[in-house]
Structure formats: C-alpha cells, structure tokens
C-alpha cells in the first residue's frame, strides 16, 4: 500500500484517504476494472443505494425526516438517487410492449415557412383533440412515448411545484427540506410506475394500481413529515394531503399535456 494517497498526498492509515476519501487501490487503466467498479459499487448489498430502498418504500416520509434532522450520511443522496433512477427506467425494458409512436403521413410534412411557433402549437393541439378514443393502440403508444420522452421533465415541474406549495403552508422550514421531500415522492412514483407495469394485467388495472400507490404514498409521507398532533391536526393533515397530491397532480398534469403538443407539433419549415 502507498504511504501516501495519489490523490491528494495526504499519509494513508486504512483503505481510505482520512482527507479526501479516495479508495486506495492499485491503478488499472482497462475498460473492464472501470465497469466492473461502477457495477459493484451499485449492486454491491452493502450500497447505500439499495438500504435506501427499503425504508424509500416501507416507511414513506422516513428519508426526508432522517435528512432534516441531520441523518443522511447513510442514505443515498437525494438528487443523486433522482437521477440514477431516472437513468435506470428510462432504460429498462418496456414492460407495456407497445410500439414507439412516430408522426406519419401529412402529420409529418413541415409547417409553412410563415407558420409562427404558437401557430405550429395551436396544430399540435388540435391533432391532441382530434385523437380517436376507443383507438386504444394508438392512444397508449402514444402516451408510452411521450412519457418516454418527457418524464423526467414531468417530474421536476411537479416537484418544484409541489416544494413551492409546501413552502406556502410549512413557512418555518427550508425551502430545500420542502425540494428533498418531493424528491423523494418523485423517487417512489418512477420506481412505482415501471413495477406496477410489470404483471400481464391490462393497461387500466395498471393504471389504477399506479394511482392509488402515489396518493396513498403522498397522504402517509406527508403524514409522517408534516402532520400535527390531536385531532385537530390530523384533520388538518388529512386536508393538506389532499392538496398536497393537487399540489404535485396539476403541473405534472400540464406539462404532460404540453409535451403531448410539442410532440403533435409539425416541424418547422
């Protein structure tokens, strides 16, 4: 072992630099040492993304209260495990099965050279509106799509709206502690999503099985969070779980409708 860390050169007492953490091993510069660290830092059990999970789904609320209080070093980070996970859904298999939407015919001609961005958008809604409803198949392709597309944009419009509200309500905290708390509700709704899509059920069991996991993940973490003692308090966070749920629901909702557009939208000249 090195008598001093090559990363900083401070002395070395253990399998970690005591100045900058850096693990202390032997340098190999090939491909396969570089993936293979990647993947047994993730998958190893002792990761701290995988005790993360566990409390992330059995006990809502648990993370976001053990990180106000101070209790984070042995969790996952909160916008790191955001990311990770988005990475890891959108690239997991598609559990629906459905084809990739795509615009066909004169849908994909190019606007006219004089066609303004909102006269391309207004286009872009009609051809929304002009969807047939019991085309079923074209309908979910359509939805996987944009979802596959724009969900993590969903996410962040629908958790900074959800932090923003907290913040009205919740004045005595930070607003970070309000961003960390609906991190970790976006956290659960990505994982939720893509696991109540695994069993051949049709599309609506699914798509109610994914409803009332988020409400009634939403309700029990806000409980947990932000709910008050006596009745008086429980009535009261039972009132603002409902809106908390309206809170996270409504920009998530328009900023799927708003790429649901964009993606109608004919080119540009």
Request: aromatic share 16%.
């Amino acid at each position: 072992m090195s008598a001093k860390c090559a990363n900083c050169q401070a002395k070395l007492a253990g399998f970690f630099c005591s100045s900058c953490g850096q693990k202390v091993h032997t340098l190999k510069r090939s491909v396969g040492f570089l993936l293979g660290d990647a993947l047994g830092s993730l998958f190893s059990y002792e990761n701290k993304f995988w005790k993360t999970l566990v409390p992330l789904f059995l006990r809502p609320g648990l993370l976001t209260q053990d990180h106000v209080e101070g209790r984070q070093q042995r969790y996952f980070a909160p916008m790191r495990m955001f990311l990770l996970v988005s990475i890891l859904v959108f690239f997991a298999p598609d559990t629906m099965n459905v084809p990739t939407y795509e615009l066909s015919g004169e849908w994909a001609e190019p606007a006219p050279a004089s066609a303004s961005f909102f006269d391309r958008a207004k286009t872009g809604l009609d051809r929304l509106r002009s969807f047939d409803p019991e085309d079923t198949e074209t309908l979910t392709s359509f939805n996987v799509t944009v979802a596959k597309r724009f969900l993590t944009l969903y996410m962040i419009i629908g958790v900074f709206g959800l932090a923003f509200f907290l913040k009205l309500i919740h004045r005595n905290r930070f607003l970070v502690d309000h961003v960390v708390f609906a991190v970790h509700i976006a956290i659960f709704m990505y994982m939720w999503n893509w696991l109540a899509r695994l069993p051949p059920w049709p599309p609506e069991v699914s798509a109610i099985i994914t409803a009332i996991g988020q409400v009634g993940y939403m309700f029990a973490a806000y409980w947990r969070v932000y709910g008050w003692p006596g009745w008086k308090g429980r009535t009261a966070s039972i009132v603002g779980g409902i809106f908390v749920n309206v809170a996270f629901a409504v920009p998530y909702g328009i900023t799927a409708q708003m790429s649901a557009v964009y993606m109608l939208m004919p080119p540009a000249a």
